[in-house]
Structures are given as C-alpha cells and as structure tokens.
C-alpha cells in the first residue's frame, strides 16, 4: 500500500525543515519497506503571493484526498505590521484547520534527557516530565463571532463561543488518552470569569462516572501557567481551549530546552495534519541553520497516529542519538560546533537506516 502524503511546507523555514521530515520518512521506507507518494502544495503567504489566497481550493482538495498532511510553517513578517492587510498567511492555517475539523491538536511534551541542562528550569524540575496537553483546535476565541471593529474604529470585539458538542468531542478525549496513559486528567479554564470555562467544567464533570478510572482535576489557567514552569511532573494529560493551549504550550515549551523540538498532531473529521509547534523563523528563512527535529517529531507522529506504524520510536531514538552526539543546530549548540539544518537531517536519516 503506498501513502498519501500532502506536504504544505509553507513559508520561510518551512521548506529546510519539511524536506529533513522527508528524508527521515524516506529512511523509514528504505528500512521497513514502505511507500510514501508525496504531493506539495502551497499555503500561507507563499499561496498569496502565487495565488492571492492563503489556503487555495487545489491545497484543500490535495488534504481531503491523502492520507495525512505534513506541514511545515506559515507567517511572514511584511504581514504582522499591516493593520490594514485583508488577507494573513494565518488565515491559511486557520482556513486548513477549520475546513479539515482539526478539533484536536496533540502536544506532547516528554523533554530529550541530553537537552535538560539547556532549559532555564532546574533539571530536577525536569527528569521524568511526560505530558500531553489537548489543545482544543476549532472553537473559542479564534473562530468565534462577532469579531471586528466598531464603525468609528474606536472598538474592537473578538467573541469566545463554545457549544456543547465542541466540548464534548475535546473533553472525551481528553478522557480517552488519560486511560491509555497514567490515568489522571487535568481540565484547565477560567471557569471563575468565563461562560464558556463554566459550560467546559459542566460536561467535563457530568463525563466523570463514565471513567471511574481516571482522576480529574480542573485548574484555572493562570494557576496552569503557574504550575507548568513550577512543578510540570504534576501533568499527565491536559485539555484545554483554543487560545490557552496556544499560550500554555509555548510556555511548556522551555521544559524540552527548545521550541525547535516540539511537535504536534492535530486530528479531527478529515485528514490529519502534523506540524511543528513552532513557527516559521523568517529572520533566518533559506540559511539552513533552523532545528529540524519538531518536523521530524511531527513526522514520527505522522508515521504512529495516521499510518499505525510503531516504528516512529525510531525516530525519537534517532534524535535522540544526534542530541547525544552533539549533531545539533544552533538553538542548542551550546556554543560548541553547530550544525546545518540538512546535516541534522542526513545523520537522522542515515541513523535509521544503519541502526
Ligand atoms: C500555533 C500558532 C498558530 C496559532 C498561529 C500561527 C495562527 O501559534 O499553531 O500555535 O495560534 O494557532
Ligand atoms: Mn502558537
């Protein structure tokens, strides 16, 4: 059986990170004899230069019709300034998410053992995190309207809107994953202030008899914020709304010493799409210097969560490897020798087929 790859490496240093993703999965073919068919197609501010629109009708044809997406970055910084600027590049991402159902965006976070010294919280802090935070993808304050400006400009609006079956699907899965793991489910809102923390926290406990297995918490998300930099071990899973799991995972990010190393897999109804937590770098876009691995983790997850093959724990073992020999890019490099974004990427690649 061949699989559908839809590769949508997007803006600045999508394409360096997207093409080490590549080779690695092109050694796990080699290895195990599999067929990946790959298909490119343009999204975010690439597809508006080529096209004027940041998420085009072919790109979501070309998703609908593989059997996952790889997808690099998107962003660029002529955009970030123009207040007046009618289409983004995030657009496109927004567009892909919503158009796919993308309701879920998995991030887990387990820290490299040879990165621990590089992250600003003690080690002892660190040894032995392993959690998985449950962004809620389609819903909240992202997608909710009204949003916009009053007439005279003076006033702006953006709107938070949950229903009950958005919550449902998240918090059940949620649930789900707690039961495959270590059985403890954390609900992060601001169920004090918020509507829609206060229906999140409603269907999360009336959920609670179905799984008398697991241990649920509800934590409001400042304390999170608190808790993750301060005791992150406490974490097993984590389910959250839209906009907190963005600022929460970012933040999570320092336990792993690099945002460069984190990947997730956003699921839903259609095609799945696995990207790096990260975004696209412009400052160094085309140098060949940007940390390849949370592509190549995303590809790993790819390989689990789309194809059912076990065999991603090569991958991690690969990367962890290349840490461990200190083939590393900049970002981590400690300023000792550092090495190019396509170096990393061909001793990846060339661990798994060794190995
Ligand atoms: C992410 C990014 C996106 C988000 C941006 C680029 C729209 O920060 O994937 O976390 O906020 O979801
Ligand atoms: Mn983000």
Same mark, same amino acid.
């Given at each position: 059986?061949?699989?559908?790859?839809?590769?949508?490496?997007? *803006?600045?240093?999508?394409?360096?990170?997207?093409?080490? /993703? !590549?080779?690695?999965?092109?050694?796990?073919?080699?290895?195990? &004899?599999?067929?990946? *068919?790959?298909?490119?197609?343009?999204?975010?501010?690439? /597809?508006?230069?080529?096209?004027?629109? $940041?998420?085009? *009708?072919?790109?979501?044809?070309?998703?609908? &019709?593989?059997?996952?997406?790889?997808?690099? /970055?998107?962003?660029?910084?002529?955009? *970030?300034?123009?207040?007046?600027?009618?289409? =983004? $590049?995030?657009?496109?991402?927004?567009?892909? =998410?919503?158009?796919?159902?993308?309701?879920? &965006?998995?991030?887990?976070?387990?820290?490299?053992?040879?990165?621990?010294?590089?992250?600003?919280?003690?080690?002892?802090?660190?040894?032995?995190?392993?959690?998985?935070?449950? =962004?809620?993808?389609?819903?909240?304050?992202?997608?909710? !309207?009204?949003?916009? !400006?009053?007439?005279?400009?003076?006033?702006?609006?953006?709107?938070?809107?949950?229903?009950?079956?958005?919550?449902? !699907?998240?918090? =059940?899965?949620g649930f789900e994953f707690a039961g495959k793991r270590r059985k403890k489910l954390t609900v992060v809102d601001k169920a004090n202030v918020l509507a829609t923390s206060r229906l999140w926290r409603e269907i999360a406990q009336k959920m609670e008899p179905e799984y008398p297995e697991i241990e649920v918490e509800y934590m409001f998300v400042d304390n999170a914020a608190m808790q993750i930099i301060t005791w992150p071990k406490r974490f097993d899973v984590m389910v959250t709304e839209n906009m907190f799991g963005d600022i929460l995972t970012d933040e999570a990010s320092v336990i792993s010493g690099s945002l460069g190393m984190l990947p997730s897999a956003s699921i839903g109804v259609h095609t799945s799409v696995f990207e790096p937590i990260h975004g696209s770098y412009p400052q160094v876009a085309g140098q060949n210097i940007a940390n390849p691995c949370a592509t190549v983790l995303s590809a790993a997850m790819m390989l689990d969560h789309a194809f059912g093959m076990k065999k991603e724990a090569l991958i991690r073992e690969a990367v962890d490897k290349a840490l461990e020999a200190g083939v590393v890019t900049e970002d981590i490099a400690d300023g000792k020798k550092a090495y190019s974004t396509s170096e990393v990427g061909d001793w990846l690649a060339n661990y798994i087929k060794n190995v």
């Open positions: 059986m061949t699989y559908k790859i839809a590769v949508l490496a997007g *803006d600045g240093i999508g394409p360096e990170i997207v093409a080490q /993703a !590549r080779k690695v999965i092109d050694a796990v073919a080699e290895k195990f &004899n599999h067929q990946f *068919d790959y298909t490119e197609a343009l999204i975010g501010a690439s /597809a508006i230069d080529a096209v004027g629109n $940041p998420y085009p *009708d072919e790109t979501h044809e070309l998703c609908m &019709n593989s059997d996952a997406v790889l997808f690099g /970055a998107i962003g660029d910084p002529k955009y *970030d300034n123009d207040p007046n600027a009618k289409v =983004r $590049p995030e657009q496109g991402l927004l567009k892909m =998410r919503q158009k796919l159902g993308l309701y879920a &965006n998995l991030r887990p976070l387990e820290p490299f053992k040879s990165l621990l010294h590089k992250s600003p919280l003690k080690t002892e802090l660190l040894e032995g995190v392993d959690f998985l935070c449950i =962004r809620e993808l389609t819903g909240g304050i992202y997608f909710g !309207r009204p949003q916009g !400006r009053s007439e005279d400009g003076n006033t702006a609006f953006d709107s938070c809107v949950y229903t009950k079956e958005e919550v449902e !699907r998240i918090v =059940r899965l």
